[in-house]
C-alpha cells in the first residue's frame, strides 16, 4: 500500500511538471516508433543473462527456439518498428544510439519479468514497453506504469475519443487514433501479433469484452485541426495492422 501510494505521488509530480501535448503531436510521436527503419546486427541478440543477471529473450526469429514464434527481426535484413522492451523508456534517438553501443534489441514480457516487476528490466537492452511508449507519446519525462495511468488521466466515454487518448486494461494500454465503423485504428507495443510498436486494428466489441476503458490526459490540449475524418488508410500484410495512405 506505501509502495502503491508513493508511485501515485510520483505519477501525479510527473503529470503536474508534463510539458503539455496536442492530439497531433502525440500520434506524430507514436508514428516515429512504428516508422522507425534499423539494421539489426548479431551482436543485438541476446537469449540469456546480461551482466547485472537479468535474463534477457531479445524478439528476433531465433526466439522460435527458445518457445515464442513471434520473433520478428533478423541479423542483416532492414526492420521497420521498434522492439518491445520490458520497462523500456527509449525514444527513437536513444534506441538507434543504443544499437550503435551493442545493446541488445528488446526484451519480451514473461511471467516471470511480470513477477518481478522493475527488478527484470535490463540496462542491457532497448526498446519500448506497452506503458513506456504512452508516457513517451504523452511527452511525459519518466515512464508511467498502466496501473498509474489513471492519476494522471481522467476516464471518458467511447464516443467522446479523440486522438491520443488511451484504452487502458489491467497490464496493457493501447493509443486511440480514429474510429472506422465497428474497429478502433490505434498504436500500441504489443506482444502480439509481434513484439514491436504497431498500428493496429481492434474491433470496439472485443476491446469492451476485454476489460478496456477510455481515458484522457489530463493535460491533453485541444486539438489543432477541424478535421474530424478518419485517416485514409491500407491494411498491411499481418491482416490486422495498417498503414495510412498519404
Given at each position: 500500500m506505501?509502495?502503491?501510494?508513493?508511485l501515485?505521488?510520483?505519477?501525479l509530480c510527473l503529470?503536474?511538471?508534463?510539458?503539455?501535448?496536442?492530439p497531433?503531436?502525440?500520434i506524430a510521436i507514436?508514428s516515429?516508433?512504428?516508422?522507425?527503419q534499423w539494421m539489426?546486427?548479431?551482436?543485438h541478440i541476446?537469449?540469456g543473462f546480461?551482466?547485472s543477471?537479468?535474463f534477457?529473450?531479445?524478439?528476433?526469429?531465433?526466439?522460435?527456439e527458445h518457445g515464442?514464434p513471434?520473433g520478428?527481426w533478423?541479423?542483416?535484413i532492414?526492420a521497420k518498428g521498434?522492439?518491445?522492451k520490458?520497462?523500456?523508456?527509449?525514444?527513437?534517438?536513444t534506441?538507434?544510439?543504443?544499437?550503435?553501443?551493442g545493446?541488445?534489441?528488446?526484451?519480451?514480457?514473461?511471467?516471470?519479468?511480470?513477477?518481478r516487476?522493475?527488478a527484470?528490466?535490463?540496462?542491457?537492452?532497448?526498446?519500448v514497453?506497452?506503458?513506456?511508449f504512452i508516457s513517451r507519446c504523452?511527452?511525459l519525462t519518466?515512464?508511467?506504469?498502466?496501473k498509474?495511468?489513471?492519476a494522471i488521466?481522467?476516464?471518458?466515454?467511447w464516443?467522446d475519443?479523440q486522438p491520443g487518448d488511451?484504452?487502458l486494461?489491467r497490464?496493457?494500454?493501447?493509443?486511440?487514433?480514429a474510429?472506422?465503423?465497428?474497429?478502433?485504428?490505434?498504436?500500441?507495443s504489443?506482444?502480439m501479433?509481434?513484439?514491436?510498436?504497431?498500428?493496429?486494428i481492434?474491433?470496439?466489441?472485443?476491446?469492451?469484452q476485454d476489460?478496456?476503458?477510455?481515458w484522457?490526459?489530463?493535460?491533453?490540449?485541444?486539438?489543432?485541426t477541424k478535421n474530424?475524418?478518419?485517416?485514409?488508410?491500407?491494411?498491411?500484410?499481418?491482416?490486422i495492422?495498417?498503414?495510412?495512405?498519404r
Open positions: 506505501i509502495r502503491h501510494t508513493l501515485t505521488a510520483l505519477a503529470a503536474s511538471c508534463a510539458t503539455k501535448v496536442t497531433e503531436e502525440t507514436a516515429s516508433y512504428v516508422d522507425i539489426p546486427e548479431q551482436r541476446r537469449h546480461d551482466a543477471r537479468i534477457v529473450h531479445t524478439p528476433d526469429t531465433t526466439l522460435a515464442d513471434r520478428w533478423k541479423p542483416g532492414l521498434m522492439p518491445y520490458w520497462g523500456g523508456f527509449d525514444t527513437p534517438e534506441f538507434l544510439a543504443g544499437l550503435k553501443a545493446k541488445k534489441a528488446g526484451d519480451i514480457a514473461n511471467d516471470e519479468k511480470i513477477r516487476d522493475n527484470a528490466v535490463s540496462d542491457g537492452s532497448i526498446g514497453d506497452c506503458s513506456g504523452w511527452k519518466s515512464h508511467v506504469s498502466t498509474d495511468m489513471p488521466s481522467k476516464k471518458i466515454s464516443d475519443l488511451i484504452l486494461k497490464g496493457h494500454v493501447i493509443l486511440f487514433h474510429r472506422d465503423g465497428s474497429n478502433i485504428l490505434g498504436y500500441e504489443a506482444p501479433p509481434t513484439w514491436r510498436v504497431r498500428r493496429g481492434f474491433p470496439i466489441s472485443y476491446l469492451k476489460g478496456y476503458s477510455p484522457r490526459y489530463r493535460h491533453m490540449l485541444p486539438s489543432q474530424t475524418t478518419p485517416p485514409r488508410y491500407q491494411i498491411d500484410s499481418t491482416g495492422g495498417w498503414n495510412p495512405i
